[in-house]
């Protein structure tokens, strides 16, 4: 690294055509930087905006050329502005799409093509574009994924439930769940270049709890908006770019179920598993960039709350007044990742617990059964279902505070 | 300072300025030096329909979000949220933490059934009838500093924020930048303006109004500042 603004990265060839703005534009003045200087290194300043904000702040510095998607709420306000960075020269290309299965599809296109490319959408419409979300890791396709999360099942409500990831979480993607707005804005950034690692070369998925954190604000400390990312490198990635006679495009066009069950069978268990390998080996830069698949308060505690996205908020306010208020200390796991998820983390960190307690902003309990599956045979621990809420409604601290102290009254 | 914090559920109806008050306190909690989080909730925006605002004051750091379903403080600005059921929380002190405070306007008690006043004495609470709008048409000649009455009761009865972070906070509402406001309350800015002709004099009408409705809540024994301000 050298000295003062961070290294120079020669911008690759590769790309989507690039719109030549005007010499004197703010965009076309943005110096590239490693991605080291811009997480690390680069001076950074407080800002007070909303989710939707920090992310397109995010994606102002990510040196995006493709973003395309569908209007759903509460996505709407963070693609509307990705529309402002277009016209300000910072995207180079941007169209509303006409529904998600359309807009993954066309964005996986991009992707395969060597663009830096970027969606987003919330709730029903990432179970509309499910299908060809699902198909994504196996394409080896770099794309970033922001999901505002809203209900997806009846009645009809646009409030945030993130029920919808216990989907996404089976396909292949990586997933971040983000807690706040700070983290929104990093985990935005970091999720392009860990995306198109050589040995990763895969969608990233980074989930928000809608409105919670994409409607409010929140303190966010960013660096200069004159820095960005270095372009992607799409000739250094795990497939070959735009080349229809290689994996993973041959494997579309001329899929092996034409040829023979039995090859079929082979071809997609070694291809999946070698998915889910490249899964496994993104941990080493969700380490060295995000600080780690989980964040872990009081880790000597005996009771643990394990949470991810806005129930860690809700979560640090239940610890602080029970320490605060009852002079009770309670640990705090936050989950980062939840695919790769933190197997080994959870296993070392609940070793001497003896209740762990997961709260949940949906009704199926896709994090509890996560982790029971994670500490099974690992840990003496019991761990408890809930609290959850269900249709996008907060979890106030008092629900989890009558899980950590069931003897107590807190909920009236 | 002390660790203080509390959180508030305010209820009253459209065009009575229960979000910009929410603003105002939250904002003048900020100024203190503290944090503050707010959750404005409503469905259409129309005059005369529910309104709901939650605000979190502390000063220290808040990590929570959401809407506030345990609130400490409960602010009624129209009593027909409460004759009327013109709330989105039913009962209005649904939630209500022990010992918590119940601030309605209204210039007379409301009669509340039986239940109602079984389950807040259940709950210790404190119900406190404010006269916000009488007050607000005897200084300002208008309703519409009603939830400028609402906040400078808060303000007394709670402690934080302090009568100089909320005058600052409403100067920086009626004159100051970055605060974005839905096309009802704009159109409803410029009827106050207008009335007032001069932004001075609004601010100084609405500042009268916080300092009469926190003398009101001291006279009463209801606030934690034991004195008395000026205006």
Redesign the interface.
Known sequence: MSEGAGVEVKPSSAGAGVVKDSETSEATRQKVVTPEYMFFEAPRERAFITGSEAAKEAIRRANVDVAISYPITPQSETMQQVGALWAEGYVKEYYRGEEEIGVMSAIAGSSRAGARSLTATAGPGLMRGMEVVASWPGGRMPIVLLIMCRVINAPLSIQ?DNAELAYLINTGNIVFHAE?QQDFFDYTLKAFIISERPEVTLPVAVAVDG???TH??GYVMMPSKDIKLPPRDPYHEAVPVMDNENPPARLSRDAPIQKSNFISYHVHASWQQEVWAAVERSRKYIDMYMGGLVEIVNPDAETIVIASG?AV??S??AV?QAE?DLGERIGLIKIRSLRPFPTKELRDACKNAKRIIVPEFNCVGWLYRDIAAALYGHSKAEIIPGPRVFGG??????MILQYIFPDKK??? | MN?ERYNIRMAGIGGQGVVTASHILSNGMVIMGGES?L?PFFGSEKRLAPVESYVRIANGK?????????PNLIMIFHPQVITHGKSYTMPFYS????SGVVLINSETPINLVADEERELME?NARVYYLPATQISREIADTDLATNMAMVGAVSAIMGIPDLPSLEQSVKERFLGKGFVVSGGTAALDNVIERKFAKKEQLLKKNMEVIVAAYNFAVEHGWAKVKDKVQA
Not at chain 1, 393 to 398: F, Q, V
């Open positions: 945030p706040n409105f919670f954190v409010a604000r806005s908020s809700q640090r306010e602080r605060e409604i907060s979890l106030p601290t008092e807190f909920v009236f | 660790k989080t959750v808040i990590y929570e979000i959401g809407e506030i379903i345990y939630g209500l933490k022990p709950r």
